[in-house]
């Protein structure tokens, strides 16, 4: 069966410090993969997806980017972060081998900027 | 462009009554319209999905929903609410050949006892 992890669960970052989340799907190949910020009463947020390894695409100008080095791992950056970069951080992957159409979720990675 | 609007971002309702969360959605192609549900500090949990099958979609837990296109509707529904129903619902729209799931702004479903 096919899993997601997403880490860490939570952290807590002073304002101008980098930022790495990581996310990983396994029991699948080529997954199409999304990283999604959810901030409270504002829904979920589309930042970037990917299709492919090295293919990222931006929805929202802003200080964070994207990677995936590798097919089924996308990580989440910044160099400096804001306090406006607070958030519940959700990774989610959608089609693989066997596309049924909708996404599933990690965990998600709460993050604090103070 | 994709849309989804979720109406009432609070509904409460009585345990045992009647659940109906509102979704409209926007789409110039055959939409696919989901269903998800986040318990505090989780993931999305998907409860149902409609991809152009059947217009009256089952999900997990005992919830439904009907897709009306004249409507542009997917209302969520669910005959009696539980306690552990209370949660978020966010409904999103997708499209076959796009990778993008837009989402709604969610809403908070409390069950009073």
């Known amino acids: 069966s096919q899993t997601i992890h997403q880490w860490p669960a939570t952290l807590v970052q002073p304002v101008g410090s980098p930022l790495s989340l990581e996310c990983t799907v396994e029991?699948?190949?080529?997954?199409?993969l999304y990283w999604y910020r959810q901030a409270a009463g504002r829904g979920l947020q589309l930042l970037f997806y990917?299709?492919?390894?090295?293919?990222i695409s931006s929805e929202v100008p802003q200080n964070l980017s994207a990677s995936r080095p590798q097919d089924r791992q996308f990580i989440l950056s910044s160099k400096k972060l804001l306090l406006s970069d607070s958030g519940f951080y959700l990774c989610a992957w959608s089609g693989g081998r066997v596309n049924t159409g909708e996404l599933f979720f990690g965990e998600g990675s709460r993050l604090t900027v103070l | 462009a994709q849309s989804v609007t979720q109406l009432g971002s609070h509904v409460s309702v009585s345990e045992g009554a009647l659940v109906l969360l509102r979704c409209n959605y926007s789409?110039?192609?055959?939409?696919?319209l989901f269903w998800y549900v986040q318990y505090p500090n989780q993931g999305l949990q998907l409860l149902l999905k409609?991809?152009?099958?059947?217009?009256l979609v089952k999900g997990i837990n005992g919830f439904e929903a009907e897709f009306k296109k004249s409507e542009t509707s997917f209302h969520l529904t669910k005959p009696s609410a539980h306690m552990s129903d209370a949660a978020e619902y966010f409904c999103?729209?997708?499209?076959?050949?796009?990778?993008?799931?837009?989402f709604g702004t969610g809403t908070r479903l409390k069950v009073l006892a």
């Open positions: 789409s110039s192609v055959p939409p696919y």
């Open positions: 029991g699948t190949s080529n997954p199409n």
């Open positions: 999103a729209v997708s499209s076959e050949g796009t990778y993008k799931y837009i």
């Open positions: 990917s299709v492919g390894i090295g293919q």
């Open positions: 409609y991809t152009s099958a059947a217009t």
